[in-house]
């Protein structure tokens, strides 16, 4: 083995770069980037309308079918969320993920709320523009994800105007 200027050569030295490769070795550290919280999912859990709508009607509780679809480059996901219960809604959104670590990432959406019916939903009874902060939190070692967020809906109303208000949480299954 001969060192020119500093830099060993030789075959022993490419030998030793060949078995370092052959079983996953690595002499430089890698960096590592943190990414939203793995991927899709689909999921179900429970609604809460926080807010009354212009004629004072509340909701009642309910339930929420979520689904994530998460672009695998990019800080983006498509989401939609049906609100189900004694009146429904579906609101898709798009959403700009911020990781916060491995397993937990914040995210900021903008959609649209479709309310089915004259009825008050959850999120208003009237279409219109829905923003949709929330978390998701992946279980180590599991395909669970756990899912919370709130949807906001300004001029929900049919009668009255007023910005409607609704929480969401549940658990999903990644894919």
């Not at 672009?71 to 993920?97: M, W």
């Not at 949709?132 to 756990?146: M, T």
Request: net charge neutral.
């Amino acid at each position: 083995m001969k060192r020119l200027n500093g830099v060993w050569s030789g075959s022993r030295v490419a030998a030793l770069g060949i078995i370092t490769a052959s079983v996953g070795l690595t002499i430089a550290p890698s960096s590592a980037l943190a990414q939203a919280a793995y991927g899709s999912y689909v999921g179900v859990g429970a609604n809460m309308g926080v807010s009354e709508s212009g004629n004072g009607e509340s909701t009642s509780p309910g339930g929420t079918i979520s689904v994530r679809y998460k672009f695998l480059e990019a800080p983006f996901s498509l989401r939609t969320q049906a609100l189900i219960g004694s009146n429904q809604a579906i609101v898709p959104t798009i959403s700009y993920d911020f990781p916060l670590s491995w397993q937990t990432d914040a995210y900021l959406g903008a959609g649209v709320v479709f309310a089915a019916g004259d009825e008050p939903t959850p999120v208003g009874n009237k279409t219109g523009l829905a923003l949709q902060p929330g978390i998701d939190y992946a279980l180590p070692n599991s395909k669970a994800v756990i899912f919370g967020n709130a949807i906001i809906a300004p001029n929900a109303y049919q009668d009255g105007g007023g910005t409607a208000i609704s929480v969401q949480g549940g658990i999903g299954w990644r894919f």
